[in-house]
């Protein structure tokens, strides 16, 4: 049974049209990659999954159950998320954990015993402004896991790192994800970083989103350089349309 499982969603969005008919699961321990060209409606699937809006058609459901539109079931980075300026790294990380009722000393202390695993160990009483921008998607990252850290929906979350730093968090990601296995919806336009996470691609066509292709990149049979061709094949297509 997937943990997420997506059917047949559309949305119109101020009369246009952003998702077609898309289907999808994301299984246990899976971390699974929509790709897709910008603007193509990666982002309204997100927060559809979220609970944030609401498909015109189509359900989600979660581990099973029917949840569409209801909010507080997975951890979402969005794409804009952004660590509260006037609070520590600790205490933007523990927010999670205080809204799911747990008190500022309990929050806090369980905060800290994920601070090292996540790069940020010694950096807990820093301010936001004080950090790398690799070490603020880390935390930005923590504090999405302590929401849930059984289901994670990441909205294109190293874009905006340089090419070294964003290398480093995806390597660095895919190591936590062995570690803690987590069920990830990981959402980026770029090839090589779908190519080096993904168990599973799921290739987007350009506005309204619909699901052109899915692959399996990690399994024997096909060279990566010959996938890699493939979907960018299809990425140049649906930007040319
Ligand atoms: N709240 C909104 N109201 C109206 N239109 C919207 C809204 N949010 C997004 N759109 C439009 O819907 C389409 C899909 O947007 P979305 O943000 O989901 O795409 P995306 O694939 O995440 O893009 P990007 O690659 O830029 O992050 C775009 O054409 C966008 O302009
Ligand atoms: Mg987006």
């Known amino acids: 049974m997937g943990r997420i499982r997506v059917e047949n969603l559309n949305k119109t969005l101020d009369g246009l049209h952003t998702l077609d008919g898309v289907s999808m ?67 933007n990380i523990c927010l999670p954990l205080l809204l799911q009722g747990k008190s500022r000393p309990a929050a806090r202390a369980e905060a800290a015993r994920y601070t090292c695993d996540f790069g940020l160990g010694g950096f807990e009483s820093y301010y936001p402004r004080q950090l790398s921008g690799g070490m ?11 929401f849930s850290r059984e289901i994670l929906l990441l909205d294109e979350p190293f874009a905006s790192l340089d090419a070294i730093t964003r290398r480093k968090m995806q390597l660095w990601l895919k190591k936590l994800h062995k570690q803690f296995g987590s069920s990830i919806l990981f959402v980026t336009h770029d090839i090589e970083e779908a190519l080096l996470l993904a168990d599973r691609i799921y290739v987007f066509t350009a506005r309204p989103a619909r699901i052109r292709l899915e692959l399996s ?3 024997p049979g096909r060279p990566e350089s010959e996938i890699k061709e493939e979907i960018l094949a299809i990425l140049e297509e649906e930007a040319s349309d």
Do not use: W
Not at 136 to 146: C, D, K, N
């Open 25 to 91: 699961t994301v299984a246990r321990n899976e971390l699974v990659v929509v790709l897709g060209p910008s603007g193509c409606g990666k982002s309204t699937l997100l927060h559809i999954i979220a609970g944030l809006i609401t498909p015109d058609r189509g359900r989600i459901f979660i581990d099973g159950v029917d949840s569409t539109g209801r909010t507080g079931l997975v951890g979402y980075m969005q794409q804009k998320d952004l660590l509260l300026p006037s609070r520590s790294v600790l205490d």
């Open 136 to 146: 603020r998607q880390r935390a930005a990252l923590l504090r999405t896991y302590l």
């Open 217 to 219: 990149p990690g399994r």
